[in-house]
Every structure is written in C-alpha cells, then in structure tokens.
C-alpha cells in the first residue's frame, strides 16, 4: 500500500511536470507579434514622454548661412532642413537638444545633426534647436540642419529625451 502511494504521488509528480514544461515550450514556441510602427505626418502634432512635437516644415538647400558664414552641401549632397515646434508638459524646463533627433533614409542610414550646420543657420537668422530650454507648459520654435544625399525619402526621428527610450517617426515630404 505504502508502494503504492508513492508510486502513485511520484506519477503525479512526473505528470504535472511534464504538463508545466508543455506550457512553457508552447509560450517559448508561439511567434510574436511585432506591434506595427506608426510613422506621422508634418503638422501632426505626436507627445512623446512630456515632450510634444509637431514638424512643420521640411526644405532641402544646396547651401546655408550669410555672407560672412555660408555652407556648401558637398556634391550629390544637400541640406535637409526641418522646423519644428516642441512643447514642455512637465513643470519644469527641460532641454531640448539636437542629439534628440536623427534622419532614416529608406534604405536605414542614420544621418545626425552637425554643430556647424547649426551655427550657420543661426547665423541666417533662423533658431537652431541645440541646447534650447523649454519652460513647462510653453513651447520653442526652432530648425534642425542635416547633410544627407540628394533625391532620397527621409524619415525623422525625435527622442522624448536623452535618457528616453520613447520614440516617434514622421515622414518628411520638401516643400523646395
């Protein structure tokens, strides 16, 4: 009888663990979804973390600056300049900086900004946005300046901070 018990509690052992790992492989075996990316348009307004976004306006240049700082994009290159507008929902300033965003083209290059390109477009009068502090609850205006080769689509991607893993895509159409 004892025998028996014990056979019959090690059976149900054997069983209930050939069932758990059943479900663990089923979990470990079923594919995942992939959530689908949701890429936004210019003057769309997107919040990402306490940051709001909204692009308004993509133009490509051959060169940038004034007369005494002026900028040639190099051959087969242009510049590619975005304005945007970013709002602080926080109640704190915060920083808004360059390194926040980077250009995708269609074939997955990164194109950063470059603190040159930014100077020179201070100097045209136009506010770059490098280092801008944002008040809560306000916005700042400003443009970012990329070097990229001519005649490709570009995406542009905007970080909620520095030390954000929060992201968001907008597809970039030039109004040249």
């Known amino acids: 009888m004892k025998i028996m018990k014990k ?3 090690l059976s149900f052992l054997i069983l209930v663990a050939i ?5 663990v492989s089923n979990c470990l075996i079923k594919p995942t979804e992939k959530p689908q990316e949701i890429i936004y348009d210019i003057n769309q307004p997107v919040r990402v973390g ?3 976004y909204t692009i308004k306006n993509a133009v490509t240049r051959k060169r940038i600056g ?9 051959d087969g290159m242009c510049f590619f300049l975005v304005e945007l507008q970013c709002a602080n929902f926080t109640n704190a300033p915060i920083t808004i900086s360059h390194l926040m965003f980077y250009l995708v083209d ?3 290059a990164k194109y950063e900004t470059d603190n ?6 201070q100097l045209q009068t136009h506010l770059a946005i490098n280092n801008c502090k944002v008040n809560p609850n306000t916005a700042q205006h400003g443009f970012l300046v990329f070097e990229v080769p001519e005649e490709r689509n570009y995406k542009l991607v905007a970080s909620g901070g520095l030390w954000s893993n929060e992201t968001a895509k907008f597809y970039l159409y030039t109004s040249n």
Not at 19 to 23: L, S, V
Not at 116 to 121: H, M, V
Request: aromatic share 14%; net charge negative; hydrophobic share 35%.
């Open 66 to 74: 004034n007369d005494y700082y002026r900028l040639h994009a190099g």
């Open 106 to 108: 269609d074939n997955g």
């Open 7 to 9: 056979f019959f509690g």
């Open 116 to 121: 040159g390109n930014l100077l020179s477009l």
């Open 50 to 52: 306490d940051v709001q």
């Open 19 to 23: 069932a758990c790992i059943g479900k």
